[in-house]
């Protein structure tokens, strides 16, 4: 009976061995092309939002809360747009969300919802176009809020219809990069091209 429990032991140990050298090898191989994919589709996402730019300059991570990451938008060799990307706190969970601003106007160019947890049929329209259109030609230099009625300026946004919350925390999310490119990008209302 030792025997038995002997070999089957030397077995289960060879066989994870094995098993662990593959997935570890696979993992090894598959890392780099993991990387390129999620590489291009931000890069997509950044062109979905800031369609006129013909690259993009990473600026790195960024140490304030809720700001995940700045990018510079490229044209012709300037700084034409920048490019945020978001987490804020919804109904069902974080929101990851990316918005752009071009330097000249200060206007919101496109908003993208990269990630999000939100009800089904109710706040998991944000990422529809029909919600995030709301946002453009809105003005960094003011602060932007939800309304359930129709909105009536460019600084008021309509929310979605049962999702109040989903849409002030997009709203939240996008005032937070609003206060950051008003801070760090413009001058006296008008665009710091530095």
């Known amino acids: 009976m030792d025997k038995k429990i002997l070999k089957l032991g030397i077995f289960l140990m060879l066989v994870a061995g094995i098993t662990s050298f593959a997935l570890s090898s696979l993992n090894d191989l598959t890392s780099s092309i993991i990387a390129e994919n999620q590489r291009r ?4 996402a950044m062109l979905e939002v800031y369609p006129e730019a013909e690259g993009f ?12 990451k700045i990018t510079e938008a490229l044209r012709d060799g300037k700084v034409t747009g920048i490019v945020y990307q978001i987490e804020t706190s919804g109904y069902g ?9 071009d330097l000249a106007s200060a206007e919101i160019t496109g908003v993208r919802i990269l990630a999000q947890t939100e009800t089904p ?3 998991s329209n944000a990422k529809e176009p029909y919600f ?3 946002f453009l030609g809105a003005t960094a230099e003011e602060e932007l809020t939800v309304v359930k009625s129709e909105a009536k300026n460019n600084k008021e946004i309509q929310a979605l219809t049962a ?3 989903t849409s002030k925390a997009v709203a939240k999310g996008i005032n937070q990069a609003s206060e950051h490119f ?7 209302g008008v665009a710091n091209e530095s």
Request: net charge negative; aromatic share 4%.
């Open 121 to 123: 049929g109710l706040g």
């Open 132 to 134: 995030l259109d709301r």
């Open 93 to 101: 969970g974080p929101i990851k969300l990316m918005v752009a601003f």
């Open 57 to 68: 300059q990473d600026l790195g991570e960024e140490k304030e809360p809720g700001i995940l």
């Open 41 to 44: 589709a931000t890069e997509l």
């Open 182 to 188: 008003r801070e760090n990008y413009l001058q006296g």
């Open 163 to 165: 999702a109040t919350v």
